[in-house]
């Protein structure tokens, strides 16, 4: 695949070019976070930025979404017969997305695009949306995307590559998407030897300030129910105030709601995020609640995305080591730590 | 592409009160379109989601079978906004179905087996279908032995009263049904819990399947019963229920070790159900 250099200097001219094809997303600067916005000029993009607070899921998978819509005006023959909703489908691109938050989306696509069931909104998103990745010269410390299978250039979730190497970017073509994109860019040149040489520099001297966390291996051959039943669920759950913030920052946590909102005699059949932190996502109709308990649904967060999501699917765990739940849980709950302790050999003594 | 949350548009045709404290009531839907009833075959034990615009969805197992052409049968208990709603659903009203979700007895593992079909207050919607399955002229040869144990807490909660004694009638299925108690000096079935009543009236295990649905009470007083008889847990099959909103296997919501109960359910033998953790 083909690659080229653009200056620092010309890099606007290129996003203002690409915006002119496609609706361009990237990291902005929002309030005290950088957040993925759509660009409304091209200067906005901040590439200087580590990653956003908010993970980049909302772009295929929004907070809220309306599905349906319907009428509920009296006399209207069509009413209370839900139909689709209109969709801007049009191209997308988004620029300058960590490697693991693309990765991310492969980890997501085995639950929202299945042999059997399309989920329509998302499998259209993916199918129309290009991704060009920013490979981090910089990991943060409550990063660990090398310990869960991907890395801080990983190209497994990319269309094309961007390296900051000083003066410019590299920009390498990954898939088919991504050569055309690349194709279409008139303001790059040739790399030259020296960036080159930069980028694996810098490749090299990210990748050596990881260390392994855990062995995704070694919570596959764990027994499920032994890693259920194990006491030490009653020490990570102690100070957990189920406050959602890990599941609504997760990259890979798609759970949803769906609801009906209605204003006048119009309405809306909406999904919306939602968190098993929460008693309510599993409480019946009759008021029985499977996880009542805090434990329960702490344990469910880490056995969902640690075992049950690799057992179902045998393609590793369901983190990309973003290290978001890491850095923003209010009470410091990592989840290396847990993973730590579900792989645990030792035996203590009685 | 079809869109699986898309609900097709269906009229309510009638709506029958079945019990005497009038919590359930079994709801006949057509569809409006013919070609949507084309497109939903469903085997009795799966279930739908019913959409009412403006209120939502409940996911509600399909009572009618599809042997029964034209029309979908479902018998809803009053328990929220949505099922209250439909309560008071008057005949002509538009509604939605989404399906059929879910997975199905195991008939092709049936087919040549006794069947004991045990169940309890108002889980008996998807086993009255699957009576009503076997029961058809093309398919009652494919069958063993068809033992039915059916209890209700007092006479006046029992579902399907006519067609209860219909089957009572017949010489080709063994209907034990039974109430908690009662003072009613006509009743002439019997009287007793779930689980006694089927240490009495089941049969032999032995080439034998039980499937089973009812409250969990029922459920695990009576599983002792069965494995005491000699019905290894593979060949004891139940249905479990959790809150469902997309029922396609992906808002992940019933979520049980790596099953999805909507997509990889609700049908689970016990021996299944061994191997995940015990949280429904």
Same mark, same amino acid.
């Given at each position: 695949?083909?690659?080229?250099?653009?200056?620092?200097?010309?890099?606007?001219?290129?996003?203002?070019?690409?915006?002119?094809?496609?609706?361009?997303?990237?990291?902005?600067?929002?309030?005290?976070?950088?957040?993925?916005?759509?660009?409304?000029?091209?200067?906005?993009?901040?590439?200087?930025?580590?990653?956003?607070?908010?993970?980049?899921?909302?772009?295929?998978?929004?907070?809220?979404?309306?599905?349906?819509?319907?009428?509920?005006?009296?006399?209207?023959?069509?009413?209370?017969?839900?139909?689709?909703?209109?969709?801007?489908?049009?191209?997308?691109?988004?620029?300058?997305?960590?490697?693991?938050?693309?990765?991310?989306?492969?980890?997501?696509?085995?639950?929202?695009?299945?042999?059997?069931?399309?989920?329509?909104?998302?499998?259209?998103?993916?199918?129309?949306?290009?991704?060009?990745?920013?490979?981090?010269?910089?990991?943060?410390?409550?990063?660990?995307?090398?310990?869960?299978?991907?890395?801080?250039?990983?190209?497994? $979730?990319?269309?094309? *590559?961007?390296?900051?190497?000083?003066? &410019?970017?590299?920009?390498? =073509?990954? +898939? #088919? /998407? $991504?050569?055309?994109? *690349?194709?279409?860019?008139?303001?790059? &040149?040739?790399?030259?030897? =020296?960036? +080159? #040489? /930069?980028?694996?520099?810098?490749?090299?001297?990210?990748?050596?300030?990881?260390?392994?966390?855990?062995?995704?291996?070694?919570?596959?051959?764990?027994?499920?129910?032994?890693?259920?039943?194990?006491?030490?669920?009653?020490?990570?759950?102690?100070?957990?105030?189920?406050?959602?913030?890990?599941?609504?920052?997760?990259?890979?946590?798609?759970?949803?709601?769906?609801?009906?909102?209605?204003?006048?005699?119009?309405?809306?059949?909406?999904?919306?995020?939602?968190?098993?932190?929460?008693?309510?996502?599993?409480?019946?109709?009759?008021?029985?609640?499977?996880?009542?308990?805090?434990?329960?649904?702490?344990?469910?967060?880490?056995?969902?995305?640690?075992?049950?999501?690799?057992?179902?699917?045998?393609?590793?765990?369901?983190?990309?080591?973003?290290?978001?739940?890491?850095?923003?849980?209010?009470?410091?709950?990592?989840?290396?730590?847990?993973?730590?302790?579900?792989?645990?050999?030792?035996?203590?003594?009685? | 592409?079809?869109?699986?949350?898309?609900?097709?548009?269906?009229?309510?045709?009638?709506?029958?009160?079945?019990?005497?404290?009038?919590?359930?009531?079994?709801?006949?839907?057509?569809?409006?379109?013919?070609?949507?009833?084309?497109?939903?075959?469903?085997?009795?034990?799966?279930?739908?989601?019913?959409?009412?615009?403006?209120?939502?969805?409940?996911?509600?197992?399909?009572?009618?079978?599809?042997?029964?052409?034209?029309?979908?049968?479902?018998?809803?208990?009053?328990?929220?906004?949505?099922?209250?709603?439909?309560?008071?659903?008057?005949?002509?009203?538009?509604?939605?179905?989404?399906?059929?979700?879910?997975?199905?007895?195991?008939?092709?593992?049936?087919?040549?087996?006794?069947?004991?079909?045990?169940?309890?207050?108002?889980?008996?919607?998807?086993?009255?279908?699957?009576?009503?399955?076997?029961?058809?002229?093309?398919?009652?040869?494919?069958?063993?032995?068809?033992?039915?144990?059916?209890?209700?807490?007092?006479?006046?909660?029992?579902?399907?009263?006519?067609?209860?004694?219909?089957?009572?009638?017949?010489?080709?299925?063994?209907?034990?049904?039974?109430?908690?108690?009662?003072?009613?000096?006509?009743?002439?079935?019997?009287?007793?819990?779930?689980?006694?009543?089927?240490?009495?009236?089941?049969?032999?295990?032995?080439?034998?399947?039980?499937?089973?649905?009812?409250?969990?009470?029922?459920?695990?007083?009576?599983?002792?019963?069965?494995?005491?008889?000699?019905?290894?847990?593979?060949?004891?099959?139940?249905?479990?229920?959790?809150?469902?909103?997309?029922?396609?296997?992906?808002?992940?919501?019933?979520?049980?070790?790596?099953?999805?109960?909507?997509?990889?359910?609700?049908?689970?033998?016990?021996?299944?159900?061994?191997?995940?953790?015990?949280?429904?």
């Amino acid at each position: 695949m083909r690659e080229v250099y653009i200056t620092k200097e010309k890099f606007p001219d290129v996003v203002g070019k690409l915006m002119n094809q496609h609706r361009v997303f990237g990291p902005v600067f929002q309030g005290q976070y950088h957040e993925f916005a759509e660009l409304k000029a091209s200067d906005e993009i901040d590439l200087t930025y580590q990653n956003t607070r908010l993970s980049p899921k909302g772009l295929f998978h929004p907070h809220s979404e309306r599905m349906f819509q319907f009428s509920l005006a009296k006399g209207d023959p069509e009413a209370g017969i839900v139909k689709e909703a209109p969709k801007d489908y049009s191209s997308r691109l988004i620029l300058g997305m960590r490697p693991c938050d693309a990765m991310a989306f492969r980890l997501d696509d085995v639950n929202f695009d299945t042999t059997t069931i399309k989920d329509p909104w998302w499998t259209r998103r993916r199918a129309t949306t290009a991704i060009v990745g920013l490979g981090c010269n910089q990991p943060c410390r409550s990063c660990f995307c090398t310990s869960v299978g991907t890395g801080p250039f990983d190209p497994s $979730g990319l269309d094309a *590559l961007l390296t900051d190497v000083g003066d &410019g970017f590299i920009l390498q =073509a990954i +898939t #088919e /998407k $991504g050569q055309e994109l *690349l194709d279409g860019i008139s303001d790059g &040149g040739p790399v030259p030897a =020296a960036a +080159t #040489e /930069k980028a694996t520099q810098l490749r090299k001297s990210a990748e050596a300030q990881f260390v392994t966390q855990f062995d995704p291996k070694a919570l596959a051959e764990k027994d499920m129910l032994e890693l259920f039943n194990a006491s030490f669920w009653d020490e990570v759950q102690f100070s957990c105030i189920n406050c959602g913030t890990c599941t609504f920052l997760c990259p890979t946590c798609w759970c949803f709601d769906i609801q009906d909102e209605v204003c006048e005699d119009q309405g809306d059949r909406i999904r919306i995020w939602d968190s098993c932190m929460f008693p309510l996502f599993t409480v019946h109709g009759s008021g029985h609640n499977p996880r009542s308990q805090k434990l329960q649904r702490v344990r469910q967060r880490f056995m969902h995305k640690l075992k049950y999501y690799q057992d179902k699917y045998h393609d590793g765990v369901a983190c990309v080591g973003c290290g978001r739940c890491v850095k923003y849980c209010p009470v410091n709950i990592d989840i290396r730590e847990v993973a730590r302790l579900m792989t645990a050999t030792c035996v203590c003594p009685a | 592409m079809n869109n699986p949350y898309l609900p097709y548009p269906v009229r309510i045709e009638s709506i029958v009160t079945e019990t005497e404290d009038r919590n359930l009531r079994t709801i006949k839907l057509l569809f409006l379109n013919p070609e949507d009833e084309e497109k939903f075959k469903y085997i009795p034990g799966q279930f739908a989601e019913l959409s009412v615009a403006g209120l939502g969805e409940i996911p509600i197992g399909i009572a009618s079978s599809p042997t029964e052409k034209g029309f979908l049968k479902f018998t809803v208990n009053k328990v929220g906004k949505v099922s209250s709603h439909i309560h008071n659903m008057q005949p002509g009203d538009i509604m939605g179905v989404r399906g059929p979700l879910g997975n199905w007895y195991p008939w092709d593992l049936l087919e040549g087996k006794n069947i004991v079909i045990i169940g309890g207050g108002f889980a008996f919607t998807t086993l009255r279908s699957s009576i009503v399955y076997m029961l058809d002229p093309r398919n009652r040869s494919r069958f063993g032995e068809i033992s039915v144990v059916y209890g209700a807490r007092f006479p006046g909660l029992l579902l399907f009263k006519e067609e209860l004694a219909a089957w009572e009638q017949r010489d080709d299925i063994k209907m034990h049904i039974t109430v908690d108690s009662t003072d009613d000096p006509n009743w002439k079935y019997n009287v007793g819990f779930v689980p006694a009543v089927t240490k009495q009236k089941a049969p032999d295990s032995e080439n034998s399947y039980a499937i089973i649905c009812g409250p969990p009470i029922m459920i695990k007083f009576t599983l002792p019963v069965l494995t005491e008889l000699g019905f290894p847990p593979e060949r004891i099959i139940s249905s479990l229920e959790m809150r469902m909103k997309c029922g396609i296997g992906i808002c992940g919501r019933c979520n049980l070790g790596t099953e999805y109960v909507c997509k990889d359910g609700p049908v689970f033998t016990l021996e299944q159900l061994s191997r995940l953790p015990n949280e429904y």
